[in-house]
Structures are given as structure tokens and as C-alpha cells.
């Protein structure tokens, strides 16, 4: 089964920050998705990606499948960043239909 | 398109009710999966279906029961709840396998069995 590990836990910044949460896991993957679930408690997909790197906006999402790590960033961030953001994963080992969560990364941004 | 909707939003049992979660998606997915969010702990699946008449258990299925008789609907049942029951529940649903496809989620039901 695989463990999937986020740090840190809770991250505070400063409006205009860059800002880094990483993902680890201990099993190979086909797929790592970032998630992020606002305050009011809905939870939205950021990013799907099994290589390289993804940008949408401010938020940029790398993967290295050889060291089974995972960052997401965030360039210039902004009070409304601030939520959970949650790592999962596919788990090439399974049928593929299934994730596997992190606990998150609580993330405030103070303006 | 509503995507993903659930009802109720809260809801309050005592030990040894049942109900019924209800969770209804308008983008024609094939997969739908039903998840618990407890505080602190990562996502645990509960039960999914890849598609109509097709369901089959997650990592946490013990207490509840799943029926997926339409593409656009899979309620997810509570037969004897448990104050362990008490957690947030979110559906969700994906075109397609979670290694090639986005998993789009409802708003979330609070249940808390007292």
C-alpha cells in the first residue's frame, strides 16, 4: 500500500511569498494529483500529471519519478491561496481506479 | 452543468438510525467513488462503482452499502450508524481511471451519529 507524506503540515506566508509544499511517496505511481479544498470545506482538482512538470496560472506542480517526490508552488500567493492542499496518488501496483490520500497542507496566507 | 451534487449537507443521527447519503452527477462519468474525511487523516475510500450495476469495496467499506442502478446516481447507506461514523463524506466522479482522469467532488455531508 502506498504511504503518501505531505510537508509541512501547516505553512503561514506572507502576501506575495513563494511558496513550496512537497509530496513524498513509497510505492511507484501512474498518476500524482494535487487537490485543494477550500475553507468552506469543497474540495477542487489542481493538477494530474505521471512526469515533468505542469503550470496553470501562479501554481506550478513537478513530479520526479525516480525520487517519488512531488512540489507543488505557488508564485506570488495570495490571501485567497489559502486552504488545504492535498496530494494523492495512483498506484501503478493496483487496478489504477483508486487513490491513495495524503493528510494535507494547511496553507494562510496574511495579506 | 451542477457536476457533483449531495444531499443532505448536515445531518445529525442518533446511534442505531439509518439514512441515506444521495449524491447525483450530471457529466455522464462512468466512476464514482464515495470517501470519509476525518480530522486529521487523509481521504479513506468507502466504496466506488466504474459504472451502472458495477460496485465494489474501498479501504473502509464496513457499515455501509452502495447501490448504482443509474449512471447519474450512487447513494451510499448507513444501515446502523456508530458514533465511529461520524466524519465528513464526499462523493466524487471521473470520466475514466483515477491514474488518467480528474476526480470532480460534491460540496460534502457533515454527519455526526450522537
Known amino acids: 500500500k502506498n504511504e503518501v507524506e505531505q510537508s509541512p503540515q501547516n505553512l503561514t506566508a506572507q502576501e506575495g511569498e513563494f511558496i513550496t509544499i512537497n509530496c513524498s511517496y513509497s510505492?511507484?505511481?501512474?498518476?500524482l494529483h494535487w487537490l485543494q479544498q477550500h475553507p468552506g470545506g469543497g474540495i477542487v482538482s489542481l493538477f494530474m500529471l505521471s512526469s515533468g512538470k505542469k503550470k496553470h496560472g501562479r501554481l506550478i506542480a513537478t513530479i520526479n519519478i525516480q525520487e517519488k517526490h512531488s512540489s507543488l508552488h505557488i508564485t506570488a500567493s495570495h490571501p485567497r491561496d489559502s486552504a488545504v492542499y492535498i496530494c494523492a496518488v495512483s498506484d501503478s501496483q493496483s487496478s489504477g481506479d483508486k487513490l491513495t490520500f495524503g493528510t494535507g497542507t494547511r496553507l494562510a496566507v496574511r495579506p | 452543468n451542477a457536476g457533483v451534487t449531495q444531499t443532505p449537507k448536515f445531518r445529525i443521527l442518533k446511534i442505531g438510525q439509518s439514512m441515506t447519503l444521495q449524491c447525483t452527477q450530471d457529466?455522464?462519468?462512468?466512476?464514482m467513488y464515495w470517501y470519509r474525511q476525518d480530522p486529521g487523516m487523509g481521504l479513506k475510500l468507502i466504496y466506488y462503482?466504474?459504472?451502472?450495476?458495477?460496485?465494489d469495496k474501498g479501504e473502509v467499506p464496513n457499515g455501509y452499502n452502495v447501490s448504482r442502478s443509474t449512471t447519474e446516481d450512487f447513494p451510499l447507506r448507513l444501515e446502523l450508524a456508530a458514533p465511529s461514523q461520524t466524519s465528513v463524506y464526499f462523493c466524487?466522479?471521473?470520466?475514466?481511471?483515477?491514474?488518467?482522469?480528474?476526480?470532480?467532488f460534491g460540496p460534502g455531508t457533515r454527519l455526526t451519529v450522537l
Open positions: 462503482s466504474v459504472g451502472a450495476g458495477i460496485t
Open positions: 466524487a466522479s471521473s470520466w475514466g481511471q483515477a491514474s488518467y482522469n480528474e476526480q470532480f
Open positions: 510505492v511507484g505511481i501512474s498518476a
Open positions: 457529466m455522464n462519468h462512468n466512476y
